[in-house]
């Protein structure tokens, strides 16, 4: 059975990655997909590859700080596939500032992307699913919103922010039917991580990856997306406010 048969899907940041790979779950699931992304090159090749399984896709370069453009993006989906489902937050940054040098714009560039995205797109999803009394909406947080790093700063402000986000809103809208949860991943293999270890100042910063691993490796997109087309389901009916972690282990772990 198809856990996600005749729901739309709007993913955000699913020209590639861990977005990429929640788009390809939720048309394997049965969705109806809407990919968002800034970028339109990559986002047409994903959707060229989508639509060639058979997926229903609908791909639009969207940057989800613009709330006019998030606006009339949504609006787009419910012309094409006639209402929205399902809405996962998923288009994110890494930040790798200083907190003196950083300047006040480049502090607002991150929180536009890794927070305020999320409620600009919940606000514009929220209006019908509120009105046809169910929905769901997942918002990608981080394993940072619990436990950092030094060198990411304030990359974990803004996905605890997330976090806090994800809470509120589920109370907000749980009298309508609509849930609201966060998923956190830990070290998952994207292109993000590779800048990640790439810019890193220690040229062994991956074997301290993979040495810290419960399960002794990276996650791959797929096992995030699982997890997410999961929570966007009708099995996950009684899970609401919630922040599931897909890291291996990796946050429990004290030694
Ligand atoms: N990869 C990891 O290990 C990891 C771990 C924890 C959390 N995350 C989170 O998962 C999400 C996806 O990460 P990823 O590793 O797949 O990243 P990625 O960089 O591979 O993909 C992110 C996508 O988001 C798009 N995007 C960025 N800003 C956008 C904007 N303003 N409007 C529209 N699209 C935009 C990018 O073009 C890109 O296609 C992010 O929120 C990230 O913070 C990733």
């Given at each position: ?142 394993l ?5 790093c030094a060198g990411m ?33 830990g070290y998952i293999r994207t292109?993000l991580v590779d800048e990640y270890l790439a810019g890193h100042a220690d040229p062994d910063a991956e074997r301290e990856v993979l040495r810290a691993q419960p399960l002794g490796r990276i996650g791959t ?26 890291d291996g282990g990796l946050?429990?772990r004290?030694a």
């Open positions: 059975m198809q856990r996600l048969a005749d729901k739309t899907v709007v993913v955000t940041g699913a020209a590639r990655g861990i977005g990429q790979a929640i788009a390809e779950v939720a048309a394997r699931e049965g969705a109806a997909v809407a990919l968002f992304d800034l970028d339109a090159v990559a986002l047409a090749e994903t959707a060229g590859e989508l639509a060639a399984t058979g997926a229903r896709v609908f791909a639009l370069p969207v940057d989800v700080t613009d709330e006019g453009a998030v606006a009339d993006g949504m609006s787009q989906v419910v012309r094409a596939f006639g209402r929205i489902d399902v809405l996962v937050n998923n288009a994110g940054r890494n930040v790798y500032a200083d907190p003196v040098a950083m300047t006040s714009a480049e502090w607002d560039g991150v929180f536009d992307v890794d927070l305020k995205a999320a409620f600009l797109c919940a606000k514009h999803v929220l209006a019908g699913m509120k009105e046809r009394g169910g929905g769901s909406i997942v918002n990608i947080a981080s940072h919103a619990k436990l950092t700063y304030p990359y974990a402000a803004a996905k605890s922010g997330l976090v806090g986000l994800t809470r509120s809103l589920a109370l907000e809208v749980a009298p309508f039917g609509v849930r609201v949860n966060a998923v956190s991943p292109a997109p797929h096992e995030v997306a699982e997890t997410v087309c999961f929570l966007a389901s009708d099995a996950a009916s009684y899970v609401t406010g919630a922040d599931w972690a897909v946050g429990v004290f």
